[in-house]
């Protein structure tokens, strides 16, 4: 009896991943692979990478020894970014058979079992052209009440700290139609929420029909069985009057929307080569919260960037009180080698970056209370993920605005969208009780 070959996965980093690993998953199982958790004994090792910071090259490389220590004789596969802007380095890592960039994935499992194989070396595949859009239908997905589809690729931007334009190359989207049918898979299989993920996610636009990221919600609102569309990072100047009203006037349309800021000082957002102000930002947001009242902005902000003075740091911090963001994703910034902020003069020291940092947090904080405190004595639709890490007796899911709820665990609800009347707040969550 031969004996069937396990595979399990790591995945880093963002949505986008998230998916693509999903994807890699499924053609796994389809090859007769048993698919097993990160920790458990495996024939291959599958770490889907990050490069987005150095903590993300530094999370990556550990991973990547870990799955090694685990099983020395596994095939350790290193995908993704960090496979594909540092081929080399991901290679000399102890363990490591197999080194696939960002537009291999669909041929991962030819390439991991050449790489079993082999009789020795190390296989390296990373720094190929990306310039088609790689096909990885996910199908279906393990453990999740939401499903993530990947829809665009790529970033043109050249923002000046960031290293992601050289990991995942030029802009370039799926068809159309391709995500259509994927959706209503999802939908027959029962998710109800589905999130559409890209790395420029606003730069959707089908190369055939000229359909963009509008076009795309507004054709799957129409899909009998999905209750929710979500989007991911949104750019500012995306979000036009015309967006504003789509999104105004299409029901299944998350009043949620992620909108990456990363500074609120006009003068760092030129050095970081951003293409907007923060009064393009301010428009924006204000038009938004009056057309759609209980909408939640959420953002990232980086903080320490070269050049930072004080004063801009305060102009950044002000802003983003202004904003009353439901929450803001803060991070110091980090040199990449071969971005051009890496070379800048004025780098901010690290105790600085540290103050910032725990400045721009707590200010998060206090408006992700205030923002909460609004819902309280509020009936509001949740969808039901799971029950909460450490406490079985819970459940937790999010409203249409991403309010994490939680709820006494009523073994019915995993999965469902049920109106819950929420009662307070704790801790990062809110807290309340199913209404029916």
Known sequence: MIKEKSVAFITLGCKVNIAETEGMKRLFEKAGYRIVESNEFADVYVVNTCTVTNMGDRKSRQMLRRVHGINPEAVVAAVGCFAQV????????????????????????????????????????????????????????????????????????????????????????????????????????????????????????????????????????????????????????????????????????????????????????????????????????????????????????????????????????????????LWAHVFKYSPRKGTPAARFKDQVSPEEKEERSRAMIALAEKNREAFYRRFIGTEQKVLFEQPVHGFPELAEGLTDNYIPVEVPLDGAVIGEILPVRIEGIHGERMKGVLSH
Do not use: W
């Not at 380095?89 to 080194?99: D, F, M, N, R």
């Open 86 to 325: 540092s081929p080399e380095e991901a290679a000399k890592i102890e363990g490591v058979s197999l080194v696939v960039g960002n537009n291999l994935k669909n041929e991962i499992v030819s390439l991991v079992e050449q790489a079993a194989n082999a009789d020795k070396g190390i296989h390296v595949r990373g720094r190929q052209q990306l310039d088609e859009f790689e096909e990885l239908p996910v199908e279906t997905y393990t453990g999740h009440t939401r499903a993530f589809i990947k829809v665009q690729d790529g970033c043109d931007r050249f923002c000046s700290y960031c290293i992601i334009p050289y990991a995942r190359g030029p802009v370039r989207s799926r068809k159309m139609g391709d995500v259509i049918k994927e959706v209503e898979g999802f939908a027959r299989q029962g998710f109800k929420e589905i999130v559409l993920t890209g790395i420029h996610l606003t730069s959707f636009k089908d190369s055939e029909t000229g359909s963009d990221l509008t076009d795309l919600t507004g054709e799957i609102n129409h899909i009998e069985g999905i209750e929710r569309i979500r989007l991911g990072s949104l750019e500012p100047l995306f979000i036009t009057p015309r967006f504003i009203e789509h999104a105004r006037n299409t029901p299944k349309l998350c009043p949620h929307f992620h909108i990456s800021l990363q500074s609120g000082s006009a003068a760092t957002l030129e050095r970081m080569n951003r293409r907007y102000s923060p009064d393009d930002f301010r428009r924006v947001v204000f038009a938004l919260k009056e057309a759609i009242p209980h909408v939640a902005i959420t953002t990232d902000v980086m903080v320490g960037f070269p050049g930072e003075t004080r004063q801009e740091f305060e102009e950044s911090l002000a802003f983003c009180d202004e904003m009353g963001f």
